[in-house]
């Protein structure tokens, strides 16, 4: 995905950033039973505040929170120690998602940590987290979803076996497709899709934690109780307990993405702040109370040698019911799927609006007004993860990256009230937030290179790869002229293929503020 290509005049393309209407007449020529033509080609704000706590919430719980307690509490140690590490879990990430209310409110572009870093450090720091993110991080994150979702459906139909590696994969892709398909067709039954998807995660996870209150009401609560829980099978060691909240962070991850479609959202300024302390919170609860539900019905022991936590949970107490474990566990990737396509999409349509990615991925539906070339290119890459079969070896690799790209994004908030402390800023975070975040972020990050060296390393190289990449692609703009033919050639196809042309900005909307507003208009801002 070799960037483009802002250097050569396009004379064959459809259509320039200025003139997208005039496109429309060409792909809309000889066919006059379309629909008339729209006014302005750009992308809808149909996300709400509910819709925008759907989809944090809807990114956050996938997986994890049904299979990470297993690793939480075998490198805590005991069932004390491992709730404290839930909890705290979910305040470093309340923590980090104030980080990014800031900056999302400040710079309110599509793209999140990528539009952010290019923003403060330059094009080189934001290709490069671009990069990985596209190339990798995304596409081996969709592919691990996507497999849970497809062992979880089947493992029904092969009850005595582990499910066929094609059958798997076969299911996978359809599914991918399906959803892509979704997400091309409209911006508001995506997110539909997301709503009831999230209500359907909350539901099952709330029927867990009735389950485990009753359990507790019953008088089933000794390994709750201060003398049990703290009782270590190990002492763990601060190594150890490091690991621990990196199994917990994996569960708490996706808390950042509705930073990545902050065009699309309705009053951005007002409703991301608010999706975001709705939901942080809402996550934390949920999951704590969970973990203790988890903890009055199984014993520790009975916990470690599960692999699938919840379904352990479901046949120990729901008996015949406990179908709707796996049901719930399948349906709750599914949504995570969806999630991830919807959010990963527009971080590769802002990479190639800011250049460096093809011009091609910067163009939405003339009529749908969906990316739909960064979908396909977000689906193609997935596909072809899956393909290669490595997914669990390469999740541990782009760990490493997800979480460096954090504390740099973080470290840039930092940056940027030293470089412009004028700059207007309806939220402003004490010091001690961005702070308190990357002291425990260099912890983390300093024991997994510790660790894991060889694993942090390949991630490094993988995220260095794109330097090359950025200087031929993105720097070098006297590339020979057959270059800039094929690009135009491929653009002008791929453009009558998909009847895609470039939106139209308001530069007002995605721009930063660069002075105050007087006081009057502060005061508003304020109270709204």
């Known amino acids: 995905m070799v960037a483009d290509m802002d250097g050569g005049k396009r004379k064959r393309s459809i259509c320039s950033r200025q003139e997208p209407l005039a496109a429309l007449k060409i792909l809309k020529d000889g066919n006059n039973k379309r629909d008339e033509i729209p006014d302005r080609v750009t992308l809808k704000k149909e996300i709400g505040l509910l819709s925008a706590c759907t989809i944090i919430i809807g990114n956050i719980i996938g997986s994890g929170i049904f299979i990470s307690p297993k690793g939480v509490l075998e490198h805590s140690g005991s069932v004390g120690l491992a709730l404290i590490v839930w909890i705290l879990g979910g305040c470093i990430a309340a923590l980090g998602s104030l980080c990014y209310a800031e900056l999302g409110v400040t710079i309110p572009k599509s793209g999140g940590d990528y539009s952010y870093v290019t923003e403060i450090f330059g094009g080189l720091v934001g290709f490069l987290l671009l990069w990985s993110a596209v190339l990798i991080m995304y596409p081996t994150t969709l592919a691990v979803i996507a497999l849970t979702f497809s062992n979880y459906v089947l493992q029904p139909v092969f009850p005595d076996c582990v499910p066929p590696y094609m059958a798997t994969r076969l299911l996978s892709t359809v599914c991918l497709l399906f959803l892509t398909w979704v997400n091309c067709s409209s911006v508001r039954m995506a997110t539909r899709i997301q709503d009831v998807f999230t209500v359907g995660k909350l539901a099952a996870l709330g029927l867990i934690i009735v389950v485990g209150l009753v359990q507790i009401c019953k008088g089933n609560y000794e390994g709750l109780t201060p003398q049990v829980a703290f009782e270590f099978s190990t002492t763990p060691s601060v190594g150890q307990i490091a690991l621990a909240f990196l199994q917990a962070s994996f569960a708490f991850s996706g808390w950042n993405f ?28 949920v999951y704590t109370l969970t973990n203790i539900a988890y903890f ?29 474990m796996p049901i719930s566990v399948a349906l709750s990737t599914f949504g995570g799927i969806n999630g991830y396509l919807f959010t990963s999409s527009r971080l590769c349509f802002s990479g190639a609006r800011e250049g460096h990615l093809p ?26 993860i899956l393909c290669i079969g490595e997914t669990h070896n390469l999740i541990n690799y782009v760990s490493f990256i997800n979480y460096l790209s954090y504390g740099v994004t973080i470290a840039g908030l930092l940056y940027y009230r030293w470089k412009k402390p004028k700059l207007y800023r309806p939220i402003k975070v004490n010091l001690l937030v961005p702070i308190t975040y990357l002291m425990f972020w260099a912890l983390l990050l300093g024991f997994s290179l ?42 002008y196809v791929a453009q009558r293929l998909c009847f895609v042309v470039f939106p139209q900005f308001d530069p007002i909307e995605i721009s930063p503020i660069e002075e105050w507003p007087d006081k009057s208009s502060d005061t508003l801002s304020r109270k709204s």
């Open 258 to 285: 509705l930073n990545y479609v902050t065009e699309e959202v309705v009053e951005p300024r007002r409703n991301l702040p608010r999706a975001i302390y709705i939901s942080i919170p809402l996550v934390t609860f």
């Open 296 to 324: 009055s019905a199984m014993s520790p022991e009975e916990l470690l040698s599960s692999n699938a936590v919840a379904v352990t949970f479901g046949e120990k107490l729901l008996g015949m019911f406990s179908v709707i």
């Open 359 to 384: 011009s091609l991925l910067a163009m939405i539906h003339f009529k749908n007004c969906t990316p739909i070339p960064a979908l396909l290119c977000c689906c193609t890459a997935t596909i072809v």
């Open 450 to 491: 510790y660790s894991e060296p060889v694993v942090c390393g390949v991630g490094l190289v993988i995220m260095l790869t794109g330097v090359p990449v950025y200087f031929l692609g993105v720097h070098w703009k006297a590339k020979p002229k057959c270059i800039y033919d094929f690009i135009e050639s491929a653009t």
